[in-house]
């Protein structure tokens, strides 16, 4: 301890590293994990500077910057340039938004599960597949690339998002490893890429094991301004930024034609790499033109058959600018995120003959009947969401945190996500929760019926543990 005592000195972490044996700053980032983990450091808390942590510990401020590096590239906290360094909203969060595996019953509305009842019409065209003397040949590796006709059909798929390109399609096996791939081959560890305050949950996870660090960009009326785009830039230094412009998830805003041209104009003037989230846009009936057709040059755009066919069908498209394609083809094939060519055919035999399509509007059709029935439950309530989106966003009364309805929709037999599981660094995230409406009608109904009851309850019991 230095002369000067730190004893009555205000700081809102004094971690004790008097019994330790690691290397000091593995110790101290493991205490700082535990602390946060354990609620002694609760979310958006401001952390010690590092200059005087060090002093306060008569430590070497090189241990204090390794210890908080390492907790960044987990996502624990959260270095703001010129504001501090903050616990993550999202810390104690748990991000991996996988179906519910309990023994009790419960009825899923936190994974965003498409309808399955299409998967018949999959079946057949399997079955014929099965039966042709060539089926043999279907069981190779995969290429990250597909042949002519394969290309020809994807091609007829980005027709119904109004979007055309000249660049050959690559391929990865669903849209998760497609955003992992891009990530590992275009930025490094420490890097960073601008994002939405709140956004798509699969994005951090993938971040954060690549350590690079998500900057939440400045909103007006829920789409990315210029002037925090800008900021960004300029004083957070980000390399790249991650867009969901149909159906954003979770929020399920649709961006404006005028924000994804500024986003293309922003990309080029200041060399940004955009990486564009294409996977709900064949969900809509009249979608607009991607990012991507202004900015072809600096746009990644993924897109993926899990949402809009069926998941199973791990298969996922990126059209790349030339200067990024062999990187990203190079990094598919290294870390093994190559396609099945059986289903590879599959889906092109499906696009190719208007089964694919049929598909489309089969869910389309689903989703509107499910999100009938939300309307009438919750249709009193702040409820975002297009008849098409097969998700919605519930704004929830004051009484309410996300967290905190979870909890009690969790307790009552329903799963639902919230806002807090969504966030980017400090960003304070809105009392909200993501619902997912693809349960079959009658679950459907009745997990409505429990979660109108709890938003219905008086404030005590929002409380309940």
């Given at each position: 301890?230095?002369?000067?005592?730190?004893?009555?000195?205000?700081?809102?972490?004094?971690?004790?590293?008097?019994?330790?044996?690691?290397?000091?700053?593995?110790?101290?980032?493991?205490?700082?994990?535990?602390?946060?983990?354990?609620g002694k450091l609760a979310p958006g808390t401001k952390l010690p500077p590092q200059r005087?942590?060090?002093?306060?510990?008569?430590?070497?401020?090189?241990?204090?910057?390794?210890?908080?590096?390492?907790?960044?590239?987990?996502?624990?906290?959260?270095?703001?340039?010129?504001?501090?360094?903050?616990?993550?909203?999202?810390?104690?969060?748990?991000?991996?938004?996988?179906?519910?595996?309990?023994?009790?019953?419960?009825?899923?509305?936190?994974?965003?599960?498409?309808?399955?009842?299409?998967?018949?019409?999959?079946?057949?065209?399997?079955?014929?597949?099965?039966?042709?003397?060539?089926?043999?040949?279907?069981?190779?590796?995969?290429?990250?690339?597909?042949?002519?006709?394969?290309?020809?059909?994807?091609?007829?798929?980005?027709?119904?998002?109004?979007?055309?390109?000249?660049?050959?399609?690559?391929?990865?096996?669903?849209?998760?490893?497609?955003?992992?791939?891009?990530?590992?081959?275009?930025?490094?560890?420490?890097?960073?890429?601008?994002?939405?305050?709140?956004?798509?949950?699969?994005?951090?996870?993938?971040?954060?094991?690549?350590?690079?660090?998500?900057?939440?960009?400045?909103?007006?009326?829920?789409?990315?301004?210029?002037?925090?785009?800008?900021?960004?830039?300029?004083?957070?230094?980000?390399?790249?930024?991650?867009?969901?412009?149909?159906?954003?998830?979770?929020?399920?805003?649709?961006?404006?034609?005028?924000?994804?041209?500024?986003?293309?104009?922003?990309?080029?003037?200041?060399?940004?790499?955009?990486?564009?989230?294409?996977?709900?846009?064949?969900?809509?009936?009249?979608?607009?033109?991607?990012?991507?057709?202004?900015?072809?040059?600096?746009?990644?755009?993924?897109?993926?058959?899990?949402?809009?066919?069926?998941?199973?069908?791990?298969?996922?498209?990126?059209?790349?600018?030339?200067?990024?394609?062999?990187?990203?083809?190079?990094?598919?094939?290294?870390?093994?995120?190559?396609?099945?060519?059986?289903?590879?055919?599959?889906?092109?035999?499906?696009?190719?003959?208007?089964?694919?399509?049929?598909?489309?509007?089969?869910?389309?059709?689903?989703?509107?009947?499910?999100?009938?029935?939300?309307?009438?439950?919750?249709?009193?309530?702040?409820?975002?969401?297009?008849?098409?989106?097969?998700?919605?966003?519930?704004?929830?009364?004051?009484?309410?945190?996300?967290?905190?309805?979870?909890?009690?929709?969790?307790?009552?037999?329903?799963?639902?996500?919230?806002?807090?599981?969504?966030?980017v660094g400090n960003t304070k995230p809105v009392n909200a929760v993501r619902l997912a409406?693809?349960?079959?009608?009658?679950?459907?109904?009745?997990?409505l019926i429990i979660l109108k009851d709890i938003l219905e309850s008086n404030g005590d019991?929002?409380?309940?543990?």
């Amino acid at each position: 301890m230095p002369i000067n005592s730190f004893d009555e000195y205000p700081m809102s972490w004094k971690p004790d590293i008097s019994h330790i044996s690691a290397p000091l700053y593995i110790a101290i980032a493991h205490q700082l994990e535990q602390d946060i983990k354990d609620g002694k450091l609760a979310p958006g808390t401001k952390l010690p500077p590092q200059r005087e942590l060090a002093d306060f510990l008569d430590v070497n401020l090189s241990t204090i910057t390794r210890a908080f590096k390492l907790c960044g590239q987990k996502g624990l906290i959260y270095a703001s340039i010129g504001s501090g360094t903050f616990v993550s909203t999202d810390a104690a969060s748990n991000k991996m938004l996988l179906p519910t595996n309990r023994a009790t019953p419960i009825i899923e509305m936190g994974s965003v599960l498409p309808d399955n009842f299409v998967n018949d019409d999959i079946t057949r065209f399997m079955k014929k597949m099965l039966n042709e003397p060539s089926f043999s040949k279907l069981f190779q590796y995969g290429r990250p690339e597909g042949n002519a006709w394969q290309n020809e059909a994807v091609m007829k798929l980005f027709e119904l998002v109004n979007f055309q390109t000249d660049q050959p399609i690559l391929l990865g096996a669903g849209g998760q490893n497609a955003f992992v791939g891009t990530l590992a081959a275009l930025f490094q560890p420490g890097d960073r890429i601008g994002t939405d305050p709140i956004t798509y949950a699969g994005i951090k996870t993938a971040a954060n094991m690549l350590g690079i660090q998500l900057v939440a960009i400045q909103q007006c009326q829920g789409e990315m301004t210029r002037e925090g785009l800008l900021y960004a830039c300029k004083n957070e230094h980000i390399k790249g930024i991650y867009v969901i412009p149909d159906f954003h998830n979770p929020t399920t805003h649709t961006m404006s034609v005028e924000t994804r041209k500024m986003i293309a104009e922003v990309a080029r003037a200041k060399d940004l790499i955009v990486i564009e989230d294409a996977i709900y846009s064949f969900l809509k009936e009249r979608a607009l033109a991607p990012i991507a057709s202004y900015a072809p040059d600096k746009v990644i755009y993924i897109a993926s058959l899990s949402k809009t066919l069926s998941p199973g069908l791990r298969l996922s498209f990126l059209v790349t600018p030339p200067t990024f394609r062999k990187r990203i083809m190079e990094t598919l094939y290294n870390i093994n995120i190559s396609i099945s060519p059986m289903m590879l055919e599959l889906a092109a035999r499906l696009i190719h003959e208007g089964v694919a399509q049929t598909i489309i509007e089969k869910h389309r059709a689903y989703a509107r009947q499910q999100n009938t029935l939300v309307n009438q439950y919750l249709g009193d309530y702040h409820i975002l969401g297009d008849d098409e989106c097969i998700f919605r966003w519930l704004h929830l009364p004051e009484k309410f945190t996300g967290v905190q309805f979870e909890l009690l929709a969790s307790k009552a037999g329903v799963q639902v996500y919230a806002a807090e599981r969504f966030a980017v660094g400090n960003t304070k995230p809105v009392n909200a929760v993501r619902l997912a409406i693809a349960a079959p009608e009658t679950q459907l109904e009745q997990a409505l019926i429990i979660l109108k009851d709890i938003l219905e309850s008086n404030g005590d019991y929002a409380f309940v543990d």
